[in-house]
């Protein structure tokens, strides 16, 4: 069974768009993240939830909207999509407090947007 | 200036080759996660280190504290290591677990 699994794998979407791109794990985590890694293979931190609320959100661009359903989700919504938005992004889970807190990653969702 | 460094950038070694990668960071950490990220993309994470020295299989990661550096290295290198290698810490000067990576390593091992 997947742990951290993203749908769709990849997206090729119009400049302007609206996509979303979802996050579930199944391994009982209370905290999930948002990472985006760029053309130069950079990651950097989007978003994070732990338990359904915000918890980190980092200087990101009104157009990325995260959401959390329940603890086993976090959906990324982003409006009017840029050019600039094609990278691979990574949704990440953990549990806090754990001793380890080794972060699970998701296979990516490769954005291009043309 | 990033935070966190690593170094090299690039690494092409040949099979059974030992080697190293190095990781320093500037700000105090609760935790550093050295990860692998393999050429179809996907990371998995290697090792979790606060103090000392961890060992799985021919992988080893060491950190220094004091020094605000960590390593890992690679013993017996074989071609089916080569992928992009992460140093990421958590900062204890920010809540939420939150990472913050090394550019990363590019490891490439020769048969």
């Known amino acids: 069974d997947t742990a951290v699994s993203q749908t769709p794998k990849y997206l090729v979407t119009q400049m302007g768009n609206d996509k979303s791109i979802k996050c579930e794990q199944n391994l009982g985590h209370d905290t999930m993240y948002w990472y985006k890694q760029d053309s130069k293979k950079f990651l950097k931190i989007m978003f994070s939830y732990n338990n359904k609320e915000l918890i980190i959100n980092e200087t990101v661009p009104n157009r990325f909207s995260p959401k959390s359903p329940d603890k086993a989700h976090l959906n990324l919504h982003i409006n009017s999509l840029e050019l600039g938005d094609s990278a691979v992004y990574f949704c990440a889970s953990t549990l806090l407090g754990d001793r380890r807190e080794t972060q699970y990653f998701g296979p990516g969702t490769r954005l291009l947007v043309l | ?111």
């Open chain 2, 1 to 111: 200036k990033n935070e966190v460094e690593q170094s090299p950038q690039n690494l092409t070694a040949q099979e059974g080759e030992f080697i190293t990668i190095n990781c320093s960071y500037s700000v105090g950490i609760s935790a550093l996660h050295w990860l692998q990220q393999h050429p179809g993309g996907g990371i998995v994470s290697l090792f979790m280190l606060s103090s000392g020295k961890k060992k799985h299989g021919r992988l080893i990661a060491t950190i220094n504290i004091q020094e605000k550096h960590s390593s890992l290295h690679i013993t017996a290198s074989h071609p089916r290591d080569s992928a992009v290698y992460i140093c990421a810490v958590r900062s204890s000067e920010t809540s939420g677990s939150r990472l913050t990576f090394g550019e990363g390593t590019q490891l490439t091992v020769n048969p």
